[in-house]
């Protein structure tokens, strides 16, 4: 903490040397607490025997990763909630770059890449009663000090890690508080309304704008060029026959 120098973002912290999901300490915390006064809460564990990542995919998470979920009480339009994940995308792009000066790039909707190789993920779950967000839970994992040839390779296949890329172990503590005081100058952004401004920094790192993609959503899964992304956070593709299609959810793979 004595990097921290944040307001909110990580005033409070509770660090686990293990536990099965940090999201779903957080969980717990904000159920059953005031979510007012748990706003900026950072859990930490070192290890995860149970993380979740997106579509309810396992996220396998060992010793020298950065496993951590953030309590938020945002104050910002319920439809405008995925923008908290791209602030999240850009605070830890801008960090790696600056702690590092390693060009990370912004894969839609909400990974983190260093090259063509996925470096970190981020997950939001939100909790709201009819239109009123009740509070985010913005779970990231960033593989910082994890050596690739102790994943197996299926695991291991289009993944890197900070340390693989720079043939050294960093500081971790050091690198997450540069993480939360990215985060929090980019929440503060959102929160004042400012979402063209989060918008065009997630575009200036974008790894799949301008790209030829093909897209799996719930319902269908089709190829076209990614030409932009709106303050939904939806990805806006120009099909081959020259039809536009907004995907509000999905993934997307370069082709
Ligand atoms: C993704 O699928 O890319 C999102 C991965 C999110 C993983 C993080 S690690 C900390 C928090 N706890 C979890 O169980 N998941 C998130």
């Not at 040397?17 to 950072?42: F, I, M, Q, Y």
């Not at 009740?134 to 695991?155: A, M, Q, R």
Request: with cysteine; hydrophobic share 40%.
């Amino acid at each position: 903490q004595k990097h921290l120098r944040t307001q909110v973002i990580g005033r409070q912290m509770q660090y686990l040397k293990t536990t099965p999901s940090t999201n779903d300490v957080a969980r717990t915390l904000a159920t059953e607490g005031d979510v007012a006064a748990l706003h900026g809460t950072v859990i930490i564990a070192e290890e995860q025997t149970g993380g979740v990542g997106r579509l309810s995919r396992a996220w396998v998470s060992p010793q020298g990763g950065i496993w951590i979920t953030l309590i938020l009480k945002p104050t910002i339009p319920i439809d405008h909630v995925f923008m908290i994940t791209m602030a999240g995308a850009v605070a830890i792009a801008r960090a790696i770059r600056k702690e590092f000066d390693i060009g990370a790039l912004i894969k839609w909707p909400n990974d983190v890449y260093i090259g063509d190789k996925k470096v970190a993920g981020l997950l939001l779950e939100l909790a709201a009663e009819s239109d009123s967000i009740h509070y985010c839970l913005l779970g990231i994992g960033i593989d910082v000090n994890i050596k690739l040839d102790t994943l197996s390779p299926e695991l291991r296949s289009g993944v890197t890690t900070i340390s693989e890329e720079l043939e050294h172990e960093v500081d971790r503590a050091a690198f997450l508080a540069r993480v939360l005081r990215e985060f929090e100058r980019h929440y503060q952004v959102l929160e004042s309304g400012e979402y063209d401004a989060i918008l065009r920094e997630w575009k200036s790192m974008s790894y799949t704008l301008e790209q030829h993609v093909r897209v799996n959503t719930m319902r269908n899964s089709f190829e076209g060029e990614a030409i932009d992304i709106d303050e939904y956070g939806a990805l806006i593709v120009r099909k081959e026959n020259g039809k536009i299609e907004r995907v509000i959810a999905g993934d997307c793979f370069h082709t």
